[in-house]
């Protein structure tokens, strides 16, 4: 009785300290690692579960190169200098375009504003030419009548001086806005030449860009073809986490891919590692694919 009491005891003590062992039912062992066993280190630059002959892993690294080209040749597609000229050019264009819109219209208000002008004129000169007609007949008899007539004529004439000035003056502005006109569609004219000329250039280059990429990725696709599937799979994935580069060769042990040399418990561990075995750089988490340089 008093030796169970004593087991009760322990075992609430035990609770307490947080110390306490699940009790196993009689004929059951415990799962708990044995004393001096340790456990198993995992090796965060190895890919555990993933093998591939060392000649697929050489292939690997020469899509990597083909990826890499392509990349280039995308962001040299997208930066062409051509790019920012015929935006330039355009924008140019499209200005020069706006003002010679505003000189025509400027000459045809001109016009229609001249024409109106010239209308007051002859109408005035044809009521000058009338009294005039009126005074050298006699038709007007009465002194009043013929003074007040006289005085008509030299406000008629005042009149029409008036308005010729005012024609002269819209005239000189409708020549203006005419040679202003043409010297805008002049320059409508160079800067249309010099886009087209730009834009032709940027086809050309385009076109020469594009023959290249697809060679490129015709030559992709048949060396990732000769590649396991398992292996190109997770390179493809990386490639995605890693800015475009999912391998890189080990060279004289330093990650081309991190460009970080290797410490010598990593360099001995890729060295014991089996040569079908696909390693992983701790530092950057990429394939790394061991060549006779690698300084193993």
């Not at 340790?38 to 093998?51: D, G, K, V």
């Not at 697809?214 to 997770?234: C, D, F, G, M, W």
């Amino acid at each position: 009785m008093r030796a169970g009491r004593r087991r009760a005891r322990r075992g609430v003590a035990a609770a307490r300290l947080g110390t306490a062992r699940p009790c196993l039912p009689h004929g059951h062992r415990s799962l708990d690692r044995p004393r001096g066993v340790r456990p198993r280190t995992h090796h965060p630059h190895r890919s555990p579960q993933l093998n591939a002959e060392p000649a697929d892993q050489i292939r690997l690294l020469d899509v990597q190169a083909l990826d890499v080209r392509l990349t280039q040749l995308a962001h040299r597609r997208a930066n062409l200098p051509e790019h920012a000229e015929i935006e330039s050019l355009t924008a140019d264009l499209a200005q020069v375009r706006d003002l010679l819109v505003a000189a025509r219209t400027e000459e045809s208000d001109t016009a229609r504003e001249q024409t109106k002008a010239e209308q007051d004129v002859d109408q005035v000169r044809k009521r000058a030419a009338r009294d005039q007609q009126r005074l050298d007949t006699g038709a007007v008899t009465s002194p009043r009548d013929l003074e007040n007539l006289q005085k008509e004529i030299a406000s008629l004439a005042r009149r029409q001086s008036d308005l010729e000035d005012v024609v002269l003056e819209i005239m000189e502005r409708r020549e203006s806005a005419q040679e202003r006109a043409a010297e805008l569609a002049r320059r409508v004219e160079s800067v249309q030449a010099r886009t087209d000329e730009a834009v032709a250039r940027r086809d050309a280059a385009l076109a020469g860009i594009d023959t290249e990429a697809a060679s490129v990725t015709r030559e992709r696709q048949a060396v990732a073809a000769t590649i396991p599937e398992a292996l190109l799979k997770l390179y493809d994935k990386l490639r995605g986490q890693q800015g475009g580069v999912g391998a890189a060769r080990l060279y004289q042990r330093r990650c081309e891919g991190c460009r970080l040399e290797l410490n010598i418990t990593e360099v001995n561990e890729i060295r014991q590692a089996p040569a079908d075995e696909v390693v992983r750089c701790e530092n950057c988490r990429r394939i790394l694919v061991r060549t006779p340089e690698s300084g193993l």
